[in-house]
């Protein structure tokens, strides 16, 4: 596994270099550049793993957990032929009330999107393969094959970390001159207008898609053990 820690100001990194210090299949790096230049930085970093000798690279960001249906990411990825790109269907989740949640605290809920709202990829690059910002797709291989892998996107933890967030990234993608001015334009809004985070914290609390209360999962869960036990509303 390459985590890259990219301006982090809490404890990130020291967290990371425990999990490397104890797990030498964890390798951290460090990216400096305050601009959001996503698609090279994740396009070099598959490369990395690809030359490391990894069979799929399953490209993800911090907020995202990763699982499959009807076993783990490993098994369904082993048992797809053919196919240089799986689609994981991406489910949000979001706190169950505006007090946020602390995914570290025992008995925390969420309410996580029963429908996808978009598709991320893994992919088995033979050689260099140019990922697409977002990871919705690899530019220069194949269209995404379906397949059992899915995602729990937890983008929102509280209004202050909302609000970092769309600071953080209106100012990343400004700084890199080669996006045009529709790029991101939903960071953009959230910092710049009066009043449009709080509003957008409300409705992530209190979501209009159907939605099913759920557990924070448990490392290695399927997403049967993530839906298990939910509500749904």
């Not at 048992?79 to 949000?92: C, M, S």
């Not at 899915?150 to 929102?156: E, K, N, V």
């Amino acid at each position: 596994m390459i985590v890259l820690d990219h301006l982090s100001t809490d404890s990130t990194r020291e967290v990371l270099a425990g999990i490397t210090a104890e797990d030498p299949r964890v390798h951290l790096g460090t990216y400096q550049d305050p601009a959001h230049r996503q698609a090279r930085v994740m396009s070099y970093l598959a490369d990395r793993a690809r030359r490391a000798g990894a069979d799929w690279v399953v490209l993800f960001d911090a907020d995202e957990f990763w699982c499959a249906q009807g076993g783990t990411v490993a098994e369904v990825l082993g048992g797809i032929e053919g196919a240089r790109v799986a689609a994981a269907a991406l489910h949000d989740a979001h706190p169950d009330g505006p007090e946020g949640v602390d995914l570290t605290a025992a008995g925390s809920r969420l309410l996580v999107e029963t429908e996808p709202n978009t598709e991320k990829v893994a992919i088995r690059p033979e050689g260099w393969a140019w990922v697409d910002m977002g990871n919705h797709s690899a530019l220069d291989l194949a269209r995404s094959a379906p397949s059992e892998l899915r995602i729990l996107h937890i983008p929102y933890r509280s209004l202050g970390q909302m609000r970092a967030k769309a600071v953080n990234g209106a100012a990343a993608v400004r700084a890199d001159t080669e996006f045009g001015p529709r790029v991101a334009d939903h960071w953009k809004r959230l910092a710049d207008y009066d009043g449009e985070i709080e509003r957008e914290w409300a409705e992530a609390t209190a979501p209009r898609r159907p939605v099913a209360e759920i557990g924070v999962p448990a490392p290695g869960a399927t997403w049967e053990d993530v839906l298990g036990g939910g509500t749904t509303s």
